[in-house]
């Protein structure tokens, strides 16, 4: 009777899954789990790591077999044999780590189960079919069908990814944490391609760990546990972020973040500063520092050149310039060792291809850095199994497991170990990058007290991350990057997340936006700046000519800490009065009407004034210039 | 996917029995029962030191290659550096004492390794290609060094380090056990060896890690080439003469050891113990097919088809792992 309920005016499910289920020998990694997907649908698949969600996905997509359930689609019983079957029968899965042939053309890749197909291939035709398909997606001229697809950036590899579904009439497509590696803007693309896809009629899932893309692009949620449906096909806008947490970890975990609380007498001095770093091509001019017992953020957008920077201050990139001072000392760091008996300690980004030695055992992998950092014949590790007993305690990791392989363990307790390699150094200073990469959210809350329990002790930390809302929970402080230069160091105190994704943003805009403030500040004789104010609060990001507003780059300051404290309170259409100075501040904004913050112009009082509304048109000219140009 | 569900405590005991060595022992024991029941030789104290007699060359020159493979790396050049170094100490003891010309051909041995290793970890050249290089290099200058003949008329007082003994075991028995021991020791218990391991599993994190990555990259072909002079000086011991062709084929033979021994030829697996039992098997294959009086052309046969079934059958047991 499901015809006469709420649900009538959706359409009938495309796939069924009921009671699937997943051995790997002893390990039940899915136990039984529910998922329907209708045409016309986005549904989000969620659970934390080890949930069952990827297993679940790559059975759906015929990469593994279930060991038990049934799986019914588009009316039929579903059996397949392999990822091939899938695909023939129009089921593709988009994978986080995407299965192209690097040294293919993008054309090549997108047909390359058609490769298969006996017979002659007409390449024209194929490259016909291939633009057409773009087009659809909305991204014909992006896309070089010649390039080879090692070139490519993750995003436009996700796109030959749906490309090559589409190709095959894929009426089912699983996109599994698709936007892992992606940018903003490029996730805002990607959802724009999902949204066409889905009023093609075409059945999506979407398996995130990020709940407000959740909320943004799909229409119903399935949630796992321990490889059980907990929830089943539940509209999205029925359930709060609280709701889908709860269901996730079975448990209210409250914040994950336990604030820190940091008086001036916790924090030491500093221990390590970097200047005018330069490492072409991703880091062109960083500076930053910490103190000990701080836990500093360097907020910025992948691909920023953040970890760039931190592999050249380790000695694994060349560096052209730049001072690195440990305890005010200048260290010449050219390779790792150096840096390791500097005192600093390096938690790389890819776990798997820079940190984990996978034939050694989880003892062995402790022990790595302090191997390398103590000048000894024999290994030592009987000297120091004290300390790793006492540290292993400490990860919830039982000490009779310590022989064991790396490989058998989650990723949130691989980087646990990997954290404790550092630790058991005893450096004066930790680099994290992306510490919380592929972990899940219970491991989360653990490893951030690990840092913050360390940085108590007088440990000064630095903490890599591109998810925002990590960094404003976890530092004190935060250097945002962009495009390789350092623009603002500012209290997290003083930051939102929607203000740090502003700072961050790209150079074009920046670029643009600074070229403006040039011009303006010199036809008019005045003070131009570029500024996000929110009620008193401000953080100048660029400035040109004589220095009348008080605002400086990369400075937050309240209203009343400027020169025109007046104008930032009224921000009205016409010039504001602030004792001998007049201020006109416009707004940016973009297609969506987000603000991009304010272009101020300061001038002295006896300069004349230009009209308001001609600066207005000239502000709002640039910023559809720059909507049309990305 | 990552696996949530930790791993099961280990017992000691269970892990020996899992362990690669001993499914390798295993087949050097049936291996050793078929031999003796096939021939009422094999099992004779005279053959037995026959076996260990004939595995010091290829026994010796496989802990070098265990060495190289354990960092990701392979040494196609140890038979002819076996043969180059060969001339060189023949050559030497013409002119110089035992004492002086031993020590002088090792190092020319450890020199040629040193350069390999230079060209493979400093300039990032291919191991295969690099050794290739050397290898030919080598055998062409032991053709120039000897005249394109063999070099006899060594000194007679040469062949005590194979002949005396000591409680019965002849020397070179006597090295070739302490030689495996020493290597197992320095792979097991030495940051270096640890290092080693370490580099050939995954370079970038050893490096991270603050590791002298260089340094132990280079040295096990330095180790490698000494081997080779090692190795030389006692079979130059026995058959009393210097043969520019000496040690042809020599490389494959301790690479099929190291293989059978369960090395990847990836890196950062594999075990000194693994490598003894590799030369075992192939001594033991060779020497029982002797006894049976099978035409020594069949060896090859014998020993291909044992390393493809021992690479088969590890296959077979890490699909079985990877599926649990």
Known sequence: MQGFDQQSSRADPLMTARKVSKSFGSTRALNSADLTLRPGEVVGLLGANGAGKSTLSRIVSGHIAPTGGEIMFGGTPLTLGSARDALGRGIALVAQETSLAPDLSVLENIFLPHLATPGRLSFAKLRLRASELLRGLGHEHVLPLDAEVRVLSAAQRQLVEIAKALALDARLVIFDEPTASLSSTEVDRLFDIMTRLKDDGRALAFVSHRLE?????????????????????????????????????????????????????????????????????????????????????????????????????????????????????????RRPADAVHAGLGFVAEDRRAQSIVPDLSVRENLMLAVMGKHRSFGHGYGRRAEKVAALVAGLGLPADRLDTSMMAYSGGMQQKIIIARWLLTDPDILILDEPTKGVDIGTRASIYRLLQDAADAGLAVIVISSDFEELLGLAERIVVVSDGVTIADLPAARLTEEKLTLLAAPRTSTLRNQALLRRLADEHGCDATWTLIDGEETICLAQSGPPLSGLRPGIAALAHETSIPTAIRTRGAAYAEDETRHTLLTQMTDRRGHDLGWIGLTFNADTPLPMADTIRSEVAALTRAQENAT | MTDSTAPTRANPLIGILRSLEFRMFCLALILGILLSLSSPFFLTERNIFNILDQSVVIGIVAVGMTFVILTGGIDLSVGAVFGLTGIVL???????????????????????????????????????????????????????????????????????????????????????????????????????????????????????????????????????????????????????????????????????????????????????????????????????????????????????????????????????????
């Not at chain 1, 029925?238 to 889908?244: C, E, K, N, S, W």
């Open chain 2, 90 to 324: 023949a050559q030497s003891l013409q002119i110089m004492p035992i004492p002086l010309a031993i020590p002088l051909a090792i190092a020319a041995g450890a020199t040629i390794g040193l350069l390999s290793g230079v060209l493979v970890a400093a300039f990032g050249l291919a191991p295969f290609v690099v050794t290739l290089g050397i290898m030919a290099i080598a055998r062409s200058l032991s053709f120039i060094f000897s005249g394109q003949r063999s070099i006899s008329g060594l000194p007679p007082d040469l062949d005590a380090i194979v002949y005396s003994t000591f409680l019965g075991i002849p020397a070179n028995v006597l090295f070739l056990i302490a030689l495996y021991i020493l290597a197992w020791a320095y792979l097991t218990y030495t940051k270096g060896g640890r290092t080693i391991y370490a580099v050939g599993s995954n370079m970038e994190a050893a490096q991270a890690a603050g590791l002298s990555t260089m340094f132990y990259s280079i040295l096990p072909y330095v180790i490698s080439g000494a081997l080779a002079a090692v190795a030389v000086t006692f079979s130059l011991a026995q058959v009393m003469s210097a043969d520019p062709m000496a040690g042809n084929g020599l490389e494959l033979d301790a690479i099929a050891a190291v293989v059978i021994g369960g090395a990847s030829l990836f890196g950062g697996r594999g075990s000194i113990v693994g490598t003894l039992l590799g030369v075992l098997i192939m001594v033991m294959i060779r020497n029982g097919l002797n006894l049976m009086g099978v035409s020594p052309f069949w060896q090859g046969t014998a020993i291909g088809t044992i390393i493809i079934l021992a690479l088969l059958a590890e296959r077979l047991v890490n699909w079985r792992a990877a599926r649990r």
């Open chain 1, 213 to 333: 893309e959740v909320f943004a692009i799909t229409d119903r949620v399935t949630i796992l546990r321990e490889g059980n449906t907990i929830i089943e096909d539940v509209a999205t806008g029925t359930l709060t972020q609280g709701d889908i947490i709860h269901a996730m970890v079975g448990r209210d975990i409250g914040t994950i973040h336990r604030p820190r609380t940091v008086t001036a007498a916790d924090i030491g001095e500093t221990v390590f500063e970097v200047r005018n770093l330069r490492a072409l091509p991703h880091v062109r001019d960083m500076s930053f520092s910490v103190r000990a017992g701080e836990i500093l953020g360097l907020g910025g957008l992948v691909g920023a050149g953040r970890s760039e920077a931190m592999e050249a201050i380790w000695g694994l990139r060349p560096r052209q310039s730049g001072v690195i001072q440990v305890r005010g000392k200048a260290v010449p760091l």
